[in-house]
């Protein structure tokens, strides 16, 4: 008696102050979101099984994150032993085949932490996923686009850049927090001046990064992009630099002060409604110096995983919202159609198309 009248008490109190506390979307506009939708964020990873070359660390294996990152792929270590880190890849496109909004992904390789020569500095390495692993399984299928990952510091460098755009190539992923490049580097002119050359655009992790054991949040800091930026490289800041502070300030803030002084610098709103980057949900979508600037991603798997839940935005979504939400299997859908509701306009979801011309 005593629990069901608790149980009441407890549904009473939320549904009073869901009424209470409700405020809708953060946008008075909200549309239903458009088709064809292309995420420029999407992640594989691998621990080398089929051949792929692709690394976990010891230390990253033996953390409570693999299990967690591998389901969130809808995997299982034993899968990927089974059938290769092919298995991943193949599972993206069948979710992206059965998307409702989304078409197809660019699919990002990550390179790993290189000292001043180039060489790979294994005991910081906790996550590799090689070009040509990536360039393999992208031309196995329509859905996927290259998003390629080079270190600066790779003494080869230039002509990877090369090699990845005659391999399809749509972008050049940096995670300076990871790969330990400080973007604002004199001797990365040479670097930026070839990714002009090949019309490639720059997307780099801004803000901290929490998905790693180790990180140097130094190196998330907006303010470090002006050197690519005044030379003409077209940059995307990944999460609109959405978590932690720089010298003091938001790094959120430090990246909307420089949005106007320079037209080439993009962001990414992949990552936004985890619960740690929700904060900057209203900020993001009604500052008019991101107009026309954001693009649609999702940072796959990410998506998959316990921190981003439509539940949390119980007082931004009403009721049928939410239970479409809760019904919806398919992780870009429910991606797009969690975004959408809360206010991003349609905008946001074309612009990858056009911006990467795919
Ligand atoms: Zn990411």
Not at 298 to 309: A, F, Q, R
Request: glycine share 6%; with cysteine; net charge negative.
């Amino acid at each position: 008696m005593l629990i069901f009248l608790i149980i009441l008490w407890s549904v009473v109190g939320l549904i009073v102050f869901r009424l209470i506390l409700f405020k809708g979307p953060y946008s008075k506009k909200v549309e239903d979101p458009p088709k064809g939708i292309i995420d420029m964020h999407c992640h594989t990873a691998g621990i080398g099984t089929g051949g792929s070359g692709a690394v976990i660390s010891g230390n990253l294996r033996d953390s409570w994150k693999y299990d967690v990152y591998l389901r969130s792929f809808g995997s299982s270590d034993d899968e990927v032993h089974e059938y290769g880190d092919q298995i991943l890849v193949d599972k993206i496109v069948d979710s992206i085949q059965d998307s409702e909004y989304v078409d197809g992904v660019v699919l990002l390789a990550l390179d790993a932490p290189r000292d001043e020569k180039g060489s790979i500095v294994e005991d910081e390495m906790e996550v590799y996923v090689p070009n040509e692993y990536v360039a393999e399984q992208v031309a196995r299928y329509p859905e996927l686009y290259f998003g390629a990952s080079i270190h600066p510091n790779r003494p080869d460098a230039l002509n990877q850049l090369s090699w990845s755009k005659e391999n399809g190539a749509v972008l050049v992923k940096w995670l300076p927090n990871i790969q330990g490049m400080d973007p604002s580097n004199e001797r990365y002119i040479t670097y930026y001046k070839k990714i002009i050359e090949l019309d490639l655009p720059l997307l780099v992790h801004t803000g901290n990064e929490e998905s790693f054991t180790r990180t140097n949040d130094l190196l998330g800091d907006p303010e470090l992009l002006r050197l690519p930026l005044s030379l003409g490289v077209k940059v995307i800041a990944a999460h609109v630099a959405s978590s932690g502070k720089s010298e003091g300030y938001e790094n959120i803030d430090r990246l909307l002060e420089m949005m106007d002084e320079y037209p080439n610098l993009y962001a990414d709103i992949s990552s936004l409604t985890q619960i740690n980057k929700r904060k900057n949900l209203g900020k993001v979508i009604n500052d008019k110096r991101l107009v026309g600037r954001l693009l649609y991603g999702t940072d796959y798997p990410l998506i998959n995983t316990v921190i981003v839940n439509p539940l949390q935005y119980l007082l931004n979504l009403n009721l049928k919202q939410l239970k479409d939400l809760l019904f919806t299997r398919n992780p870009w859908d429910r991606d797009v159609k969690l975004k959408s509701a809360l206010g991003f306009s349609n905008d946001v979801f074309e612009t990858p198309k056009e911006f990467l011309r795919l």
